[in-house]
């Protein structure tokens, strides 16, 4: 079964700092990766994904996310941070011939002061 | 479109007690998926249905169990409540069954257990 670890639980960032939250998963097959948001008091949304092809992707409201394979490692990254960016961030992974259903990392907690 | 209804919002149920979550998947989507989250244990896969058949369980006893109707509905249940249930219970729609395919999630129905 795959699993998924998000190394930083809390993160506490001023305005226009950068960001790089960490994710790594344990599984040795092909993988589909994700990046969830769930901003305070909303639904999760869809950051961004990656299937195949150019491991470095981009997502909504400048975000993106490189996939290392030799490091099966999917971090996040924003180069400069929004007071608006404040919220839980989640990592997934699903393994298509496992199932299609997504295995989480524990989330990261942004805090972004004005 | 409208997104991935969930109702109820809120529930209070005593232990021993059952209880039926609903989800209403995006128009045209087939796949619905059902997630528990909680502080603890983080996001877990409960089940995933597909054109009215469960295709993937996670690794919950039999008192969950859920179904799918012709329409895409979908309901699950939790029979002799538990304390250890209260929970955020989220479902998950995506338009067909690939591993690919997005999945959009709803508000929750966040369940306590007295």
């Known amino acids: 079964a795959q699993s998924v670890s998000q190394h930083n639980h809390h993160v506490i960032l001023s305005e226009a700092a950068s960001l790089e939250l960490g994710c790594n998963y344990s599984y040795g097959g092909t993988v589909n990766l994700f990046w969830y948001v769930q901003y305070p008091g909303q639904h999760l949304q869809l950051l961004l994904k990656y299937f195949s092809g150019d491991p470095l992707v981009k997502g909504i409201k400048g975000f993106e996310a490189e996939f290392i394979k030799s490091k099966f490692s999917f971090n996040l990254r924003k180069p400069s941070v929004q007071w608006s960016d404040t919220a839980e961030y989640f990592c997934a992974v699903n393994a298509p011939r496992a199932g299609n259903m997504l295995t989480f990392g524990g989330g990261t907690r942004l805090m972004v002061k004005p | 479109k409208a997104g991935v209804t969930q109702t109820p919002r809120y529930l209070i149920k005593t232990r021993g007690q059952q209880v039926t979550l609903s989800c209403s998947p995006i128009?045209?989507?087939?796949?619905v998926s059902w997630y528990q989250q909680t502080p603890g244990q983080g996001l877990q896969f409960l089940f995933e249905?597909?054109?009215?058949?469960?295709?993937n369980k996670g690794n919950f006893p039999g008192r969950f169990s859920g179904r799918q109707f012709s329409n895409s509905r979908s309901e699950m249940n939790v029979s002799t409540l538990e304390l250890g249930d209260s929970a955020l219970y989220l479902c998950?729609?995506?338009?067909?069954?690939?591993?690919?395919?997005?999945?959009?999630f709803g508000p929750g129905t966040r369940l306590t257990v007295l």
């Open positions: 128009s045209g989507h087939r796949s």
């Open positions: 998950a729609s995506r338009e067909g069954g690939g591993s690919t395919d997005t999945q959009y």
């Open positions: 249905y597909f054109s009215e058949t469960q295709r």
